[in-house]
C-alpha cells in the first residue's frame, strides 16, 4: 500500500495531484480505464469519501468520465470541462439539419509579432501559420475564423482543404489536445469582420477568443466572430 506525501494539501487534494500527474504524463490515454474507488482506497488507506470528492473534482475539471457501474475513464483530449467541450461548428449545423460552407479568404505563412509569439510561446518574428475563414450555415455567414496555429503542432497545417473540414477538426485529429482557454464577449466586430459577415459596424456579436495547448505548447490562437443574432453559446451544468 502506498501512502501520501505528507504535505500542506488535504488527503483528497493529494488523490487529486497525483491522479492529474499521472493524467499528464500520458499514464492513461483517452478512453482507457482509471484505477476504480475501491483500488485507490486500498493504494493510498484513505476513505472513500475522500476519493469520491478527488475524482468528482477531476470529473468537474473535464479530465475524467465516470460511469456508473462500470468505472472512471480517461477523458477525450478534446473535452475541456463538465460545462463547456470544444465542438466543432460543422457538427453543430449539420446537427440542426443544415448546411455547411466555407469561404477561405487567407492560408498562409507569416512573422509573429511580439504579442502573437508570446501567447503562442514562440520568438518575435517566428513563422506562424495564419489562416481567415468565413463559416456559413444554409448560405448565412455565421463565424469569422482568424486563427494562428504553431507550426511545431500542426506541420501540414496550411496543405488541408478547409473548405470541406475547418481547422478545429483538423486540429482535433492531429494534435494531443490537454487544455484550453477562453475570453468570450459581446462586442463589435472589426471593420474587416464585419465586411465578411455582412454586418453593419453597430451590430452586436458574439466574440470568442480561444486559445489551446497540448501538455508542452501552445497549439492555436483563435478570435471567433458570430452575429450575435443568429448564434448562441450553450452548455449544460451536472452538480
Known amino acids: 500500500m502506498s501512502t501520501l506525501p505528507r504535505t500542506g494539501l488535504a488527503p483528497y487534494?493529494?488523490?487529486?495531484?497525483?491522479?492529474?500527474?499521472?493524467?499528464?504524463?500520458?499514464?492513461?490515454?483517452?478512453?482507457?480505464l482509471m484505477p476504480s474507488e475501491a483500488e485507490l482506497v486500498a493504494r493510498f488507506g484513505v476513505s472513500r469519501m475522500t476519493v469520491n470528492r478527488a475524482l468528482k473534482e477531476l470529473q468537474?475539471?473535464?479530465?475524467?468520465?465516470?460511469?456508473?457501474?462500470?468505472?472512471?475513464?480517461?477523458?477525450?483530449?478534446?473535452?475541456?470541462?463538465?460545462?463547456?467541450?470544444?465542438r466543432n461548428l460543422q457538427d453543430e449545423i449539420a446537427e440542426r439539419g443544415h448546411r455547411h460552407e466555407a469561404v477561405v479568404h487567407l492560408q498562409?505563412?507569416?512573422?509573429?509579432?511580439?504579442?502573437?509569439a508570446a501567447q503562442l510561446g514562440l520568438n518575435e518574428g517566428d513563422t506562424v501559420f495564419h489562416s481567415l475563414i468565413v463559416h456559413l450555415e444554409n448560405g448565412v455567414p455565421l463565424q469569422c475564423e482568424d486563427r494562428y496555429?504553431?507550426?511545431?503542432?500542426?506541420?501540414?497545417?496550411?496543405?488541408?482543404?478547409?473548405?470541406?473540414?475547418?481547422?478545429?477538426?483538423?486540429?482535433?485529429?492531429?494534435?494531443?489536445?490537454?487544455?484550453?482557454?477562453?475570453?468570450?464577449?459581446?462586442?463589435?466586430?472589426?471593420?474587416?469582420e464585419a465586411g465578411l459577415l455582412n454586418l453593419a459596424a453597430t451590430d452586436a456579436c458574439l466574440i470568442m477568443v480561444r486559445r489551446t495547448f497540448t501538455r508542452d505548447a501552445a497549439i492555436t490562437l483563435a478570435r471567433l466572430v458570430h452575429p450575435g443574432r443568429l448564434y448562441q453559446l450553450t452548455g449544460q451544468f451536472a452538480p
Request: proline residues 6%; negative net charge; glycine residues 8%.
Open 108 to 116: 498562409e505563412p507569416e512573422p509573429a509579432g511580439a504579442a502573437l
Open 149 to 192: 496555429v504553431n507550426p511545431a503542432c500542426a506541420p501540414h497545417y496550411l496543405a488541408q482543404d478547409f473548405q470541406h473540414s475547418t481547422p478545429t477538426q483538423y486540429l482535433f485529429e492531429v494534435t494531443a489536445l490537454w487544455r484550453a482557454q477562453y475570453s468570450i464577449e459581446a462586442g463589435h466586430a472589426t471593420a474587416q
Open 13 to 32: 487534494a493529494q488523490v487529486k495531484q497525483y491522479l492529474k500527474d499521472r493524467l499528464a504524463a500520458g499514464d492513461w490515454a483517452p478512453g482507457v
Open 60 to 86: 468537474n475539471e473535464g479530465l475524467i468520465e465516470r460511469v456508473q457501474g462500470v468505472g472512471t475513464f480517461a477523458a477525450q483530449l478534446h473535452k475541456v470541462s463538465a460545462t463547456l467541450t470544444l
